[in-house]
């Protein structure tokens, strides 16, 4: 069983800053790659940063300015800072992981989401 866990979200006036943590727990034999996404009301969820297989961060250009990723490998954990954040970034984030297991296979795990909300 693998658990996914995000916490830091919150209510946060236009031009403030949150920081996001996600934690992978559980049977974990290699993380693939980890990230954040996000969805707003009406919307699809889209990516909002990620660190690739290959270790390199991509970022929705939205937030490329302005949000920074960070993993730590060792303890299984990734953070997303948002700065100057702006009303349209008012979503639902998630954590999702892309597990890998000893034969290669990949598992897509989500955590259960966390609420920003940026007020104008």
């Known amino acids: 069983q693998v658990q996914v866990v995000e916490s830091g979200g919150g209510l946060v006036q236009a031009g403030g800053s949150l920081r996001l943590s996600c934690a992978a727990s559980?049977?974990?034999?290699?993380?693939?790659?980890m990230g954040w996404y996000r969805q707003a009301p009406g919307k699809q969820r889209e990516l909002v940063a990620r660190?690739?297989?290959?270790?390199?961060?991509n970022f929705a250009d939205s937030v490329k300015d302005r949000f920074i990723i960070v993993r730590d490998n060792g303890k299984n954990r990734a953070y997303l800072q948002m700065n100057r954040l702006k009303p349209e970034d008012t979503a639902v984030y998630y954590c999702?992981?892309?597990?890998?297991?000893?034969?290669?296979?990949?598992?897509?795990?989500w955590g259960q989401g966390t609420q920003v909300t940026v007020s104008s």
């Open positions: 660190f690739t297989s290959g270790g390199r961060a």
């Open positions: 559980g049977s974990i034999f290699s993380i693939n790659s």
């Open positions: 999702n992981v892309v597990l890998i297991d000893a034969e290669l296979r990949e598992y897509d795990y």
